[in-house]
């Protein structure tokens, strides 16, 4: 099917208004249309981070009202580089519930006709509601960090719009694309996450209480019984994410190349820092206090490129003085309120019953993946996630549980 057709058929499914009119030779609508049809005056599409932003600025303003009456639409469309056919829609839509505008998605394969799906991201109006930036996540509709062409489908029913029938009933519908004819290319590239940005409380010792949420991390990694990538390997096969607390030193010998670190960020888990050597850190002048941070923070930026917003205070002895200087090097000082002491080696169901117990709305659980044999506290997550995820748990990095902006690039 060529890429006109599919996205007149986009058009006539998603909005049930009726065949879209004929087309001139340059893709736009072969009649002027109602003075409201939306015409594009300018339009982009950027990349920011993970996500892309489109703009648009319109002729005529665009309002909820006009899109939940389906008397107008605007769409961006995403076509195949070489093909030009049309693999996906992202358009305006009304949420069910609220005000103002939200994004939908509406495939234009597989779907007869295409559902559709409401879309996370975020819309904003200015000028009279003349200009629209709409910003998501492209991997949210299948879309690959790789080059890309679009166009701006705009849509209106009305007067000075052709006839059209549909099913006997008569409607005037008009349809015009930005740009008209050559779609521009956006070389979108796989986004690298470098940061975070602390905010907040200081001292962290559990995440918000009205969020049925639990964050589960692990200290003194990297390490090698079992490898550290049994870790990160388990939690995804488990579905969840967690957050590691590394200790400097160890991560030239037990993580090289970085590659498990890398894995960790891949995956969606999280980095925090727990200094370089593990020392009682109130008992240390400000100067090695300050080395041991940095030089942690640094070697875990040269293996990911990521520098932590995280730290955790070794045996959990910390100070104010303490958390004002790791705060002042970008970096909130995490506890926990969830232990179940699996250092001590209690044995597999005890890890599981005490983490069991003790988990809360906004819990944090402080376990290890380094400083001895784990292999116990590798064995309790299957069952201490299929528990909790039973009782209604989410399971997030400590970054999303504080409500931390992450830094892409």
């Known amino acids: 099917m060529q890429k006109r057709s599919l996205i007149a058929a986009a058009a006539v499914l998603v909005t049930g208004i009726g065949a879209v009119p004929a087309l001139a030779a340059n893709g736009s609508a ?3 249309g109602p003075a409201g049809l939306s015409g594009v005056q300018s339009a982009t599409l950027v990349q920011s981070g993970r996500s892309v932003s489109w703009t648009v600025t319109l002729a005529h303003g665009i309002s909820p009202r006009g899109i939940r009456s389906a008397r107008r639409r605007l769409c961006l469309e995403l076509e195949q ?4 056919e ?3 829609e992202v358009c305006l839509g009304v949420p069910a519930h609220g005000a103002g505008l939200a994004l939908t998605r509406t495939p234009s394969r597989g779907a007869q006709p295409p559902a559709m799906r409401p879309l996370p991201g ?3 109006r200015s000028d009279g509601g003349r200009t629209i930036t709409a910003s998501f996540v492209p991997t949210a509709v299948g879309l690959p960090y790789r080059p890309i062409r679009w166009q701006v489908l705009s849509q209106a029913v009305g007067r000075g719009c052709p006839p059209t029938s549909v099913n006997g009933a008569r409607r005037r519908l008009c349809m015009r694309t930005f740009p008209a004819q050559h779609s521009p290319l956006v070389a979108l590239h796989t986004p690298q996450l470098v940061g975070c940005t602390p905010a907040g409380p200081s001292l962290v010792y559990h995440g918000p209480t009205d969020r049925r949420e639990v964050a589960l991390s692990f200290d003194d990694g990297p390490w090698s019984d079992p490898p550290s990538i049994d870790f990160v ?3 995804k096969r488990l579905g969840v994410t967690g957050t590691f607390f590394e200790i400097g030193e160890q991560i030239s010998e037990f993580d090289p190349t970085g590659a498990v670190e890398r894995a960790m960020l891949a995956d969606g888990d999280m980095i925090g820092n727990h200094t370089w050597t593990h020392p009682n850190m109130p008992t240390l002048s400000t100067a090695q206090q300050t080395a041991e941070l940095e030089q942690t923070n640094e070697a ?3 293996a990911t490129g990521f520098t932590p917003c995280l730290w955790r205070p070794p045996y959990g002895a910390t100070s104010p003085a303490l958390e004002a200087l790791a705060r002042n090097l970008g970096m909130l000082t995490i ?3 969830i232990d179940p002491r699996d250092w001590a080696l209690p044995g597999t169901s005890q890890i599981v019953a005490t983490v069991l117990r003790e988990t809360q709305n906004g819990g944090i659980t402080e376990m290890h993946f380094g400083g001895g044999p784990r292999e116990e506290t590798l064995d309790a997550l299957p069952q201490i996630v299929a528990d909790l995820r039973a009782r209604g748990y989410r399971f997030v990095n400590l970054v999303q549980m504080l ?4 830094i892409w690039r």
Not at 81 to 84: D, E, I
């Open 86 to 88: 049309v693999s996906e």
């Open 81 to 84: 580089p070489r093909t030009r």
């Open 403 to 406: 409500g931390l902006r992450e």
């Open 300 to 302: 875990i930026r040269r």
């Open 122 to 124: 975020t819309v904003t």
């Open 233 to 235: 390997s388990e939690l």
């Open 335 to 337: 506890m926990w309120n």
């Open 30 to 32: 072969a009649t002027p």
